[in-house]
């Protein structure tokens, strides 16, 4: 079992440019969370979704930030003309696709590390 | 709005003491709770996860309390470590959400 598995582990961006995030959820897993880590800040959602579905982007930010599940594929996390402040730690989490509401916690994987130069 | 709240931000203690992190949260309907610990530059790995009907988790050293009436978790570390050097994330589940809403995070230093 693979876990999650974000890629790449380090981005570095020039102002203007875009950035795109992957996120492979577990195995058996099909709920995808996206978070991000501002220097010395907490984790703060973005946004919840479910394969070709956006169930919860309250945290997203309303400009230049949007995300997809495809039917195939990883989860993107994409971030049109990067601006300094969007340098962060992105974390991507997933949890299992049934159970009950309470059961289950998050795995994370180990983030995407993006520098805006 | 579900506020969560990590005390203190940063602790340093000799190896081998026992020591308690603190996490309180504002809103006592919550799901569960989930303590992490990340290390610098890496991503996060959980330690122990409390459903909101149980009292407390224990896994090796760690034990991890839940008082959800009064919105306050603790971690107890037994017989630190200088591996156990990190920063603890403590994070909730508020009922009706599927997201997690975290502690600003204790960065915790065990000295040799």
């Known amino acids: 079992n693979a876990g999650v598995m974000q890629n790449p582990r380090h981005l570095v961006r020039r102002r203007g440019q875009e950035a795109r995030l992957r996120c492979s959820p577990m195995?058996?897993?099909?709920?995808v969370y996206w978070y991000r880590q501002l220097p010395e800040e907490g984790l703060k959602f973005m946004v919840y979704?479910?394969?070709?579905?956006?169930?919860?982007e309250s945290g997203m930010p309303k400009e230049r930030f949007s995300a997809e599940f495809p039917k195939e594929g990883p989860s993107i996390l994409r971030i049109q003309q990067v601006v300094r402040g969007d340098s962060a730690a992105y974390f991507c989490?997933?949890?299992?696709?049934?159970?009950?509401?309470?059961?289950?916690?998050?795995?994370f994987g180990s983030g995407t590390r993006l520098t805006v130069v | 709005k579900q506020e969560v709240t990590q005390i203190p931000a940063a602790l340093s203690v000799p190896e081998g003491e026992n020591l308690v992190l603190n996490c309180s949260f504002t809103?006592?309907?919550?799901?569960?709770l989930q303590w992490f610990r990340q290390d610098p530059g890496k991503g996060l790995t959980s330690l122990l996860l409390?459903?909101?009907?149980?009292r407390e988790q224990t896994s090796g050293r760690l034990n991890a309390s839940l008082d959800k009436s009064s919105g306050r978790s603790t971690l107890y570390i037994a017989a630190s470590q200088p591996g156990d050097s990190a920063t603890y994330l403590c994070?909730?589940?508020?009922?009706?959400?599927?997201?997690?809403?975290f502690g600003q995070g204790t960065r915790l230093t065990i000295n040799p």
């Open positions: 195995k058996g897993h099909s709920h």
């Open positions: 809103d006592s309907a919550i799901y569960n």
């Open positions: 989490a997933s949890s299992p696709l049934s159970g009950e509401a309470s059961n289950y916690g998050y795995t």
């Open positions: 979704l479910q394969k070709e579905n956006i169930i919860d």
């Open positions: 409390i459903q909101s009907s149980q």
């Open positions: 994070a909730v589940r508020p009922v009706g959400a599927q997201k997690l809403v």
